[in-house]
């Protein structure tokens, strides 16, 4: 029979109290937590999640000379003293999986435990979620840097801290305030540059096409609406759960849901034209510039209404002190990493970001 369920947050908590006596007896000073990839680190894991890379599982850190003195000692003596569940859910994993992931594990009761503790050090841990780079961030830094990567190092919990990553998770919480505007100036800018598109498209006969552009400035939307709120975006697995959870989706919601499933052009631009009002609202709110109208504004002579989506971006980056964010206002702005690329590899592999840099340059 399948054990209730129970978020890996609550099975991390639960497993860490038996891995806790073992890293006091040898008298280690260190960090526990569970961070980086996983739904469960984001709490967004449910029953679906529970067939891989899931279970009873945290991080363990180790100063480097402690790490080396006893990392490989520490992970075998855990085998043997580990219970075979907790919280109902095995602590065994299987061997990788063809693709790297583990599934549950089996073994004869009494016998050791392939257990789910990973034994770090702090920057092991930072390479694998940031790269090289390390706090303080540059611009680019914080530009190349995939927001659900962010999202995942300051996401989950920390369950006991001698090491440090509770100022880390600290230091890259939020973006600095002028990279903050120069964001959201370029998901203005963006949307300046797509809202007009849809309802064209339609009008000429093209509703597949306008149906595609009202769907990517819906998603520009949702990143703008994670942006006023001062909260990392996670990848688009989790966009949508993650956005309901946002004060402002009860007010974009409706509309949002509305413009996607539009059968005509012109019903899909009003509620766009919707979304977009409210996020003008949301902007107005933050006082970060003179506040802007609340309305629609025809494009041009075409009976298209949009806002004035790039008055806000010039408004936003006119605002920024940060000599090094300026210097990116020169140009049009194109945003961060994730509003540049949807690519999943991008957000994954750590060994491109030196080469992003290029793009804030």
């Not at 096409?209 to 709120?229: M, Y």
């Not at 002190?321 to 140009?331: F, K, T, Y």
């Not at 945003?335 to 970001?353: H, Y």
Request: glycine residues 8%; aromatic residues 6%.
């Amino acid at each position: 029979m399948t054990p209730a369920f129970v978020p890996g947050r609550e099975l991390a908590r639960l497993l860490y109290a038996y891995v806790a006596p073992v890293l006091a007896a040898r008298g280690l000073a260190h960090t526990a937590a569970l961070v980086g990839p996983g739904s469960d680190v984001l709490g967004h894991d449910d029953a679906t999640s529970t067939d891989h890379d899931w279970g009873p599982r945290l991080q363990v850190l180790l100063s480097p000379d402690d790490h080396a003195a006893h990392a490989a000692a520490l992970h075998e003596e855990l085998r043997h003293v580990l219970p075979e569940q907790v919280g109902g859910w095995t602590t065994r994993a299987a061997p990788p999986a063809d693709d790297g992931t583990r599934g549950p594990g089996v073994g004869c009761p009494g016998s050791p435990v392939e257990h789910r503790v990973e034994i770090l050090t702090l920057d092991t841990l930072l390479t694998r979620v940031l790269g090289h780079v390390r706090p303080p961030l540059t611009v680019a830094d914080w530009l190349v840097i995939p927001q659900q990567r962010l999202l995942s190092l300051t996401a989950g919990v920390v369950l006991h801290d001698d090491l440090g990553l509770a100022r880390v998770r600290a230091d890259l919480a939020s973006y600095p305030h002028d990279v903050w505007l120069y964001q959201q100036a370029s998901a203005w800018w963006a949307v300046a540059e797509d809202s007009h598109l849809a309802p064209r498209a339609g009008m000429a006969g093209d509703d597949l096409g306008s149906r595609l552009v009202t769907a990517r400035v819906c998603r520009t939307a949702v990143l703008l609406a994670f942006l006023q709120a001062r909260t990392y975006a996670p990848y688009d697995k989790w966009l949508g759960t993650a956005f309901r959870r946002l004060p402002s989706s009860r007010d974009l919601l409706g509309p949002l849901d509305a413009a996607l499933a539009a059968a005509d052009w012109e019903a899909r631009q009003r509620a766009l034209g919707q979304v977009l009002v409210a996020l003008l609202r949301g902007h107005n709110a933050l006082g970060l510039t003179a506040p802007v109208p609340e309305e629609t504004v025809p494009f041009h002579a075409r009976p298209f209404e949009v806002v004035d989506a790039e008055g806000v971006a010039d408004a936003l980056l006119a605002a920024v002190v940060d000599p090094a964010v300026r210097s990116l206002g020169r140009r049009r702005p194109v945003g961060g990493i994730d509003l540049v690329t949807q690519s999943a590899a991008l957000a994954t592999d750590v060994t491109r970001t030196a080469a992003l840099r290029g793009l804030y340059r």
